[in-house]
């Protein structure tokens, strides 16, 4: 019951997002390939990552990932950005041109959740939050993100 009902949310929110980019695309605003989109949506979960750890994260060789990192910024969607600690580091940051094409698919996101919380009592929200606490969980035993954090269950922050 609860992998089909997660399947099906996942499936919709993957399908209105590509509506979305082919609606744009249909007006020549998106430039990224498929390969391009990922690595712009991992290099915003890994929030700020230096080139390095983008390509131990994906597993592509240094200069892979460089080459991807160039295309990228010479598109206009990522920039580097030099470490304030450490003036040898650069960080990769995701341009305002790349948020306004992600925000496709988080504004819709912010949507439904809007409409979710008008038809939940704010219990039914507590154990929503927790079953997604949960999952977020279980998803980082295999995907390690610096910047994860629990979602709010109006229990005290831990």
């Given at each position: 019951m609860i992998y089909n009902a997660f399947s099906n949310?996942?499936?919709k929110f993957k399908m209105h997002f590509y509506q979305e980019v082919f609606k744009k695309w249909g007006n020549r605003?998106?430039?990224l390939t498929t390969v391009e989109?990922?690595?712009m949506e991992i290099i915003l979960a890994l929030n700020k990552p230096t080139v390095s750890r983008?390509?131990?994260f994906t597993s592509l060789s240094s200069a892979n990932a460089a080459d991807k990192v160039n295309k990228l910024i010479g598109k206009g969607y990522l920039m580097k950005v030099q470490s304030e600690k450490d003036?040898?580091?650069y960080h990769l940051e995701v341009t305002q041109k790349y948020m306004d094409y992600y925000n496709i698919s988080y504004?819709?996101?912010n949507t439904v959740m809007k409409r979710v919380e008008e038809r939940l009592?704010?219990?039914?929200?507590?154990?929503?939050a927790k079953v997604l606490n949960v999952m977020d969980e279980e998803l980082t035993k295999e995907v390690r993100l610096e910047n994860t954090s629990k979602y709010e269950t109006g229990d005290t922050a831990e």
């Open positions: 949310v996942y499936t605003e998106v430039s989109t990922f690595c983008f390509a131990e003036r040898r580091v504004q819709y996101m009592s704010p219990e039914e929200l507590k154990i929503a």
